[in-house]
């Protein structure tokens, strides 16, 4: 691919828009003769401009659209209200799963409206929790979030990694737990690690990225991590390096120590690839040992779960796409010395712990999730009975403890902690939120549709009991279909604050994501992308079909590679919507992998510079599929100047385009939130301001 035209020639848009009889005045655009050549197609990108973040014109456009942006927003009436009802609704205790650490027990917890939420510990279960690191006081305006925490296995240190302004780079600092006093340690460059303690020595292995060029930080392709171990106390110029690959600067490396503390595994991935390679190291005798290249084949998923010794447990889909759990002894790696332990089934296994020295299995049955427990040899125990049709948000325990906590939320169900004793063989409620609300108010039911090609589509649709269904309802359809990831029923406040309104919330569970195995995941990627587009549209065609609503009270929504979704059913079917929310969403197929981690994806999108690539992308990809003089719905973009995961000119060359070719009367609005990134560790200011603006958006546009 070359570079065709690079001039400097600016053309002005005038304040209303060529074709757009909207009321709204939007900022003048300028517009570059740009143009790329893709293997003899040329393909325009007049807002190339806009890729740079750092310059004046990208930073004064930025604040004249934020301007429109909020001046329409604050003029509606009803917005108020709903940010009211979010506050009122978002104001209750909110914990996480506690974990132990040699006597101690840790947890976090949000009093309400923290805009993060707090790190506690506690000398036994029944003892009072003590602060140990509150993030809200490490910034005047809450965008610093705790991104890391892990504590080693006597309970003695913390190392906790935050991160600022919703940036993906982390910093890590160690605390010793017993003074709660920090130590030197200023750690950087850090990016998709953990922290994993040495059990032999008072450090952690991590793995980071070279330092980017300066100005850069943001949007520079993030190649060539390494694995290395720092000794708490001691400079970051000190750590010992442990593993590099300059032959792959692509791969990425994410290590664990094992609970006997003899091994490191290391994780070898290849972007977003669910196929990785394990490596790993006896660390029995020091912190750097030989890296032994166990699974080397890159043929499947292989998730590292606990070992017995030289005998390594691990989940892997290969030769079984909805999971099995195998175990390996390194002494004899091959594969014809492989052990099954748990057999592929009928439902997708979503995640394996050991506790109680037993295999606890969370499974995915028609995306909703159940919980089975195994003794070590494979053979069934017994399904912990849930209390409804929902989500299991996460496994706390180890290996030799004989209690575990789990956390369970639906739709309507807030996010509630069990504890689990092995003893007992029984769940009691450790943590129960109170919120707002009735939950018998509200109902949840699952539907399966035929997409395009005849598929069978799930789909939850949850409302307000009682709702009237002789007449149809504002809507909001969700999705996000890619990157195996799975839509469970979970708890949202935002979506509860929707239901309330007297909306309709819908999400299906597209092809692309993991909930029915590799092969329905694999069925949404690369040049069958498109089959995720069909099955959205085709749940909104049935929520029509059906009478739950119409086209002009029917919203879509998702951010990321769901805000792709948006991007791509909204300039395929613009007929078909009343109004579209894509966040911070991959919208230029062509060149989402020249920015920071943006090269990864390429497993699930391909690559515009691949010739076998490039006709499927340029087919979908939103951005170059808006045409100038169509009607599109109500659309509000929102992104964040500190997205550094996908970067905010997506969204900025989206709306600028999406603004020159509206023809009709429906907004084009971009919202672009400051010192905030991707979505993860927003405070909660943020996140309620954000949701109160989109849901009165939604309230104006679809007449409610």
């Not at 509630?416 to 109170?434: L, N, Q």
Request: charged letters at 25%.
């Amino acid at each position: 691919m070359k570079k065709l035209v690079l001039t400097g020639v600016m053309i002005m848009l005038v304040a209303f828009l060529s074709g757009c009889s909207s009321k709204i005045q939007y900022p003048e655009t300028k517009r570059t003769d740009v143009a790329d050549d893709y293997f003899g197609t040329t393909v325009q990108d007049p807002y190339r401009w806009l890729e740079d973040d750092n310059a004046e014109d990208t930073k004064a456009w930025v604040e004249a659209q934020n301007k429109v942006t909020f001046k329409y927003l604050n003029s509606i009436g009803a917005r108020k209200k709903i940010e009211k009802r979010l506050t009122e609704l978002w104001n209750y205790e909110k914990f996480g799963l506690p974990w132990k650490r040699g006597d101690k027990y840790f947890f976090s917890k949000n009093d309400g409206l923290q805009n993060q939420s707090v790190l506690y510990m506690q000398n036994s279960l029944k003892a009072d929790p003590q602060v140990l690191l509150d993030p809200n006081k490490l910034s005047d305006d809450g965008t610093v979030a705790l991104a890391i925490t892990s504590i080693n296995s006597s309970g003695k240190f913390l190392a906790y990694g935050t991160s600022s302004g919703g940036s993906d780079w982390r910093e890590i600092f160690v605390r010793d737990i017993e003074t709660k006093e920090d130590l030197p340690d200023h750690l950087k460059w850090i990016k998709f690690s953990g922290a994993s303690w040495s059990r032999q020595a008072d450090g952690f292995y991590y793995s980071r990225y070279p330092a980017p060029k300066e100005g850069q930080e943001l949007t520079q392709q993030n190649t060539n991590q390494m694995v290395y171990f720092h000794y708490a106390g001691t400079s970051q110029d000190d750590d010992v390096l442990i593993f590099r690959d300059e032959n792959h600067p692509r791969r990425g490396y994410y290590s664990h120590v094992t609970d006997d503390g003899k091994y490191v595994i290391i994780s070898v991935s290849q972007g977003t690839d669910r196929r990785n390679r394990v490596f790993y190291m006896d660390v029995s005798r020091g912190v750097k040992g030989t890296v032994v290249k166990l699974l080397d084949d890159f043929d499947a998923s292989y998730a590292f779960i606990d070992n017995d010794g030289p005998v390594f447990y691990f989940r892997t889909d290969l030769k079984a796409p909805k999971g099995r759990v195998i175990a390996v002894n390194i002494t004899r790696p091959q594969k014809k010395y492989w052990k099954e332990i748990i057999p592929e089934t009928n439902d997708v296994i979503a995640g394996t712990a050991v506790v109680d020295n037993r295999f606890v299995t969370s499974y995915m049955h028609d995306a909703y999730n159940k919980i089975m427990v195994y003794e070590k040899d494979g053979s069934p125990g017994k399904e912990i009975e849930l209390p409804a049709l929902g989500s299991v948000a996460g496994i706390s325990g180890r290996k030799h403890d004989t209690e575990m906590f789990y956390g369970f939320s639906s739709y309507a169900y807030p996010n509630t902690i069990y504890k689990y004793d092995f003893k007992k063989g029984e769940s009691t409620v450790f943590h129960a939120p109170d919120v707002k609300f009735n939950p018998s108010d509200f109902v949840t039911k699952q539907v399966f549709f035929r997409s395009k090609d005849g598929t069978q589509v799930p789909m939850f649709i949850s409302h307000k009991k009682g709702l009237d269904t002789d007449k149809t309802h504002p809507c909001y359809l969700y999705g996000y279909g890619g990157f195996n990831i799975s839509l469970t029923p979970r708890f949202s406040v935002s979506n509860l604050t929707w239901m309330e309104m007297g909306g309709i919330l819908a999400i299906p569970n597209i092809r692309g994501g993991g909930e029915y195995g590799i092969e329905w995941y694999k069925q949404g990627i690369l040049e069958k992308k498109q089959n995720v587009f069909d099955d959205f549209i085709a749940a909104a065609e049935y929520l029509i079909d059906r009478g739950y609503t119409e086209t002009p009270k029917l919203a879509i929504g998702g951010g990321s590679n769901g805000g792709l979704l948006v991007g791509a059913c909204m300039t395929q079917r613009p007929e078909l919507f009343g109004a579209a929310l894509p966040a911070v969403g991959v919208l230029d197929m062509l060149r989402y992998h020249k920015f920071t981690i943006g090269w990864a994806w390429a497993s699930d999108y391909g690559r515009s510079d691949n010739p076998d690539h490039f006709d499927f992308l340029y087919a979908y990809s939103p951005l170059h599929n808006l045409k100038q003089g169509t009607e599109y719905p109500a659309t509000l973009i929102t992104t964040a100047d500190h997205d550094d995961r996908v970067v905010p000119a997506h969204s900025f060359k989206f709306a600028a385009q999406l603004q020159y070719c509206q023809a009709g009367d429906a907004p084009v609005l971009i919202r672009i939130e400051t010192r905030a990134g991707h979505g993860a560790g927003k405070p909660t200011s943020k996140q309620i301001a954000e949701q109160a603006d989109k849901w009165a958006f939604l309230k104006k546009n679809l007449d409610m």
